[in-house]
């Protein structure tokens, strides 16, 4: 097995190492008042989809009073982390939902700033990755697609809702890789977030795009994309009509977890509310109903646990992008 596969696997483990599927129950007591949910990109991307659907679940379950939302676009999700630095005093009641990129940008220099000049509250989920194709593409199999990519390489664009050497880009490159293909020669057009990248791959002018499988689910449900592979290393429930890549013959299996990061110097006893909320999110029908629609996975860290898990992945993270070379 190749190192790139090994540092995939080192990332899956290191997700189902701290899988926690909850218990339904029936009643929730209210702990925290409000929450504000910033958002580091646009409407319709996953960051979107896992704010929305987290303060669903929580005020639908009672554990929280309101939940209200703000979309931050701007710098690769920088703006949001500088402004949630810069205001700390005033965002004592804001959780700003965060990925993968928050590695991978602080790696490439995008932003400054890196997880560590937040407080960490917990990791809750992780979404799979999925090429997608529009619905009325001659593309129905990555076996179409890879064909199509060696007759014009240059005409075959990927585009995604992240930056060049982000998770999109990552991801696409990682397939390419699996299919022997050189991951840096691949054209990738970024887009700021998965709405606008949808839009390009509507208008033509990208061939496929990489994207969350959660958004893909929803795209495919509306009848307009067809979902060309999935990097779960089984078929999704969810939506177990996408093939993975890896039962086409390509070895990419990869989930980019998502979790929540507060203002630097918030209070022990709100980071420990924040905290327990989270958790008993977890053990209500509410929870399961947003989820299991989504297609994600539990993957509950707190505390100690998320710095490490954070920790470990940066060094993962930071050895693919190296093989890859985009560091």
Request: proline residues 1%; glycine residues 12%.
């Given at each position: 097995m190749t190192s790139l596969a090994l540092g995939r696997r080192a990332l899956m483990a290191a997700a189902a190492a701290t899988l926690a599927l909850g218990t339904p129950s029936f009643a929730a007591d209210q702990i925290v008042d409000k929450i504000h949910f910033l958002i580091p990109g646009g409407a319709g991307g996953g960051w979107d989809g896992t704010a929305r659907g987290t303060g669903e679940a929580l005020t639908n379950a009672g554990l929280v009073g309101t939940a209200s939302y703000e979309n931050m676009s701007g710098?690769?999700?920088?703006?949001?982390?500088?402004?949630?630095?810069?205001?700390?005093?005033?965002?004592?009641?804001?959780?700003?939902?965060n990925s993968t990129p928050i590695i991978i940008r602080s790696l490439t220099?995008?932003?400054p700033q890196n997880f560590r000049d937040l407080t960490l509250?917990?990791?809750?989920?992780?979404?799979?990755?999925?090429?997608?194709?529009?619905?009325?593409?001659?593309?129905?199999?990555?076996?179409?697609?890879?064909?199509?990519?060696?007759?014009?390489?240059n005409g075959t664009a990927v585009g995604g809702g992240s930056v060049p050497g982000g998770m999109d880009h990552l991801v696409a490159a990682m397939v390419m890789q699996s299919a022997g293909e050189d991951p840096t020669a691949l054209k990738y057009i970024p887009y700021d977030a998965g709405g606008t990248a949808m839009a390009a791959l509507l208008s033509g002018e990208i061939k496929a795009l990489s994207t969350g499988f959660s958004e893909a689910i929803a795209l495919a449900d509306a009848g307009e994309v067809k979902i060309l592979g999935v990097t779960s290393d089984a078929r999704v429930p969810a939506y177990d009509a996408a093939p993975t890549f890896a039962e086409q013959g390509l070895d990419t299996v990869f989930v980019n977890w998502r979790g929540f990061f507060a203002a630097p110097g918030l209070s022990e006893d709100k980071l420990a509310a924040y905290q327990d909320v989270i958790t008993k999110m977890y053990d209500t029908p509410e929870w399961e109903e947003v989820r299991a629609r989504n297609g994600w996975v539990n993957i509950h860290n707190?505390?100690?646990?998320?710095?490490?898990?954070?920790?470990?992945?940066?060094?993962?993270?930071?050895?693919?992008?190296k093989q890859l070379g985009f560091l």
């Open positions: 710098g690769g999700g920088g703006k949001a982390i500088g402004y949630m630095i810069e205001n700390a005093d005033s965002l004592q009641d804001t959780l700003m939902v220099g995008v932003f509250v917990a990791g809750t989920v992780g979404d799979y990755a999925a090429l997608v194709v529009a619905k009325d593409s001659p593309l129905n199999s990555m076996e179409d697609f890879l064909a199509a990519y060696r007759a014009d390489a707190d505390g100690d646990d998320f710095r490490a898990f954070l920790e470990a992945q940066e060094k993962e993270i930071g050895d693919l992008m």
